[in-house]
């Protein structure tokens, strides 16, 4: 494994992290989630990324997690960065969601409960909320790393705008953000206007999810759209008329220059997202251990040449998704 420090601060978070968004609730197979947050600990991922609405249902990875955690790994919590987030929709009323102080300073207690942890290592901001004032969600965060209840602050998916002030906010209280987590991958490539330059600016670390574009950028779709993909789940966030020809068809270019590499599509992106410095780790998912497997192989050759990401970017020709 790969470890690189986490902005200006002395936290190293390994290259590629574990995400437990998709796969670890109830709704999923106990043995396949405890197998891989298990491998991926022995092969050197130390950070493993949840929220609070992670399952399904919600807040059931949070308690998958701490159930494997105590059975199998308890011994190890001190050489593990485990996060957490509050922001989304969680319980019903007025106060299960946005990011008020009222339901971030419950939401930790609630998560706390559930994983059986005493602390988070990072505890995130989901989200912005245009309807609480950036100020009181800051605060929040703040004195919830002054209870003892998390030990750094991040921020998720905040507009540059509410991101800057967020961060100065912080800042100003001596509570820096640790990390930014945003949507970053070969199609999605937003956070280089703003939010790169924002994190390295103030010191902060940034954390990708989504690198693989929900599986597109695996050739999943390279033959069709599989009935046990994403695209195929009309409660997904990926739509079946999202992955268009053209799109496949850039896919396809790039399977054969990573072939080329002797990298698999999804090993290429991955890389590819890490070419950037101010990049601190990748949140991958994934379905079993293979999957897992699959992407840890990215770290195996994670050098382009100019040429080689000139013609990435002839391919994907400003493609978004």
């Known amino acids: 494994m790969h470890y690189s420090y986490c902005g200006n601060s002395g936290v190293q978070l390994p290259k590629i992290s574990l995400g437990l968004w998709h796969n670890f609730g109830f709704a999923d197979n106990y043995e396949t989630a405890r197998e891989m947050i298990i491998h991926a600990f022995e092969q050197g991922i130390t950070h493993f990324d949840l929220a609070n609405n992670y399952g399904p249902p919600p807040?059931?990875?949070?308690?998958?997690?701490?159930?494997?955690?105590?059975e199998n790994l308890s011994s190890h919590r001190d050489e593990m960065i485990i996060s957490s987030k509050a922001g989304h929709l969680m319980w019903k009323g007025p106060y299960g969601d946005g990011s008020s102080r009222k339901y971030l300073m419950a939401s930790i207690d609630q998560s706390l409960t559930r994983t059986g942890l005493e602390y988070f290592d990072i505890f995130y901001s989901h989200r912005y909320d245009p309807n609480t004032p950036v100020e009181e969600?800051?605060?929040?965060?703040?004195?919830?790393?002054?209870?003892?209840?998390?030990?750094?602050?991040?921020?998720?998916?905040?507009?540059?705008?509410?991101?800057?002030?967020?961060?100065?906010?912080?800042?100003?209280?001596?509570?820096?953000?640790?990390?930014?987590?945003?949507?970053?991958?070969?199609?999605?490539?937003?956070?280089?206007?703003?939010?790169?330059?924002?994190?390295?600016?103030?010191?902060?670390?940034?954390?990708a999810f989504s690198p693989l574009a929900q599986g597109v950028l695996?050739?999943?779709?390279?033959?069709?759209?599989?009935?046990?993909?994403?695209?195929?789940?009309?409660?997904?966030?990926?739509?079946?008329?999202?992955?268009?020809?053209?799109?496949?068809?850039k896919v396809k270019q790039l399977n054969e220059m990573a072939g080329q590499r002797g990298q698999t599509m999804a090993e290429m992106a991955l890389a590819w997202t890490l070419r950037d410095k101010r990049v601190t780790s990748l949140i991958v998912g994934a379905r079993n251990v293979e999957q897992l497997k699959d992407n840890l192989n990215a770290l195996n050759n994670l050098s382009f040449s100019q040429e080689e990401l000139g013609r990435i970017d002839a391919i994907l020709d400003g493609a978004t998704l």
Do not use: H, W
């Open 59 to 70: 807040g059931s990875a949070e308690s998958n997690f701490g159930k494997i955690l105590k």
């Open 137 to 207: 969600t800051m605060q929040a965060l703040a004195d919830i790393v002054r209870q003892g209840k998390a030990l750094y602050i991040g921020l998720s998916k905040y507009p540059p705008l509410q991101a800057r002030a967020a961060m100065n906010y912080l800042k100003e209280r001596d509570v820096p953000c640790l990390i930014f987590q945003d949507k970053y991958s070969m199609l999605n490539r937003l956070p280089e206007v703003d939010i790169l330059n924002i994190a390295e600016e103030f010191g902060s670390g940034f954390i």
């Open 218 to 249: 695996t050739g999943k779709y390279l033959n069709g759209i599989p009935g046990d993909s994403r695209a195929a789940d009309p409660s997904g966030f990926l739509r079946k008329e999202q992955v268009t020809l053209l799109l496949v068809d």
